[in-house]
């Protein structure tokens, strides 16, 4: 059963850095679209950042130049590097592998960004 776990998540201040982490189990990591979404209380959950089966990225507008995703098949790994943090990075990060029409999410991890 595919199953995915993020790791990573934290309070850091504002301008710091944070590394999330999301291993992948049950599936075959390398045919999958990952991406990390992020949802902040009383927001919708967007996109932060997608990397394709074929290494193809797109960030969200906010994030670029300040994030960068990456992936490592051999360890069924997706990453997500985050610097220059600020307040309003503060939400609920979640991972998603995507195959044509199937989704499947992590349970999220929280990251706070406050002094």
């Known amino acids: 059963q595919e199953q995915l776990v993020e790791y990573g998540g934290g309070l850091v201040q504002p301008g710091g850095s944070l590394r999330l982490s999301c291993a992948g189990a049950g599936m075959i990591f390398r045919f999958y679209g990952m991406g990390w979404y992020r949802q902040a209380p009383g927001k919708q959950r967007e996109l932060v950042a997608h990397?394709?089966?074929?290494?193809?990225?797109d960030y969200g507008v906010s994030v670029k130049g300040r994030f960068t995703i990456s992936r490592d098949n051999a360890k069924s790994t997706v990453y997500l590097q985050m610097n220059s943090l600020k307040p309003e990075d503060t939400a609920v990060y979640y991972c998603?592998?995507?195959?044509?029409?199937?989704?499947?999410w992590g349970q999220g991890t929280q990251v706070t960004v406050s002094s």
């Open positions: 990397i394709a089966s074929d290494g193809r990225i």
């Open positions: 998603k592998a995507d195959l044509g029409n199937l989704d499947y």
